[in-house]
């Protein structure tokens, strides 16, 4: 099972970036998939899910209405796009399989709650 994050980077407040999470080894298309953030000195903090073909997503509130969740499913590639980013949203972004129709915040406890989850890229954000 690999999960591989990338597309972080540094971006002024008010910026764009879009993350990819490529996967393989697992059959990606029977699960929810999820991103979750660490920033720094700080816990995991779950952001989005979306289901297994991309009908349904959700978001933590600290995010919606900036960040939209989509997967390719032929490509076992899942994204995320984060507009209007701002200095909190500073973290290493992870990409992990499980997840579920959260709302509000969600804050686990480690990625021993998900499957599998990937190495993160990091998101600056910083004038």
């Known amino acids: 099972v690999q999960l591989v994050e990338s597309g972080g980077g540094l971006v002024q407040p008010g910026g764009s970036l879009k993350l990819s999470c490529a996967v393989s080894?697992?059959?990606?298309?029977?699960?929810?998939m999820s991103w979750v953030r660490q920033a720094p000195g700080k816990g995991l903090e779950w952001l989005a899910s979306i289901y297994t073909d991309g009908t349904n997503t959700y978001y933590a509130d600290s995010v919606k209405g900036r960040f939209v969740v989509s997967r390719d499913n032929a490509k076992n590639l899942m994204f995320l796009q984060m507009n209007d980013l701002k200095s909190d949203d500073t973290a290493v972004y992870h990409c992990?399989?499980?997840?579920?129709?959260?709302?509000?915040?969600?804050?686990?406890?480690?990625?021993?709650?998900?499957?599998?989850w990937g190495q993160g890229t990091q998101v600056t954000v910083s004038s």
């Open positions: 080894g697992f059959a990606f298309t029977s699960y929810y």
């Open positions: 992990a399989d499980g997840g579920g129709p959260y709302s509000g915040s969600y804050y686990p406890e480690s990625f021993a709650e998900f499957g599998s």
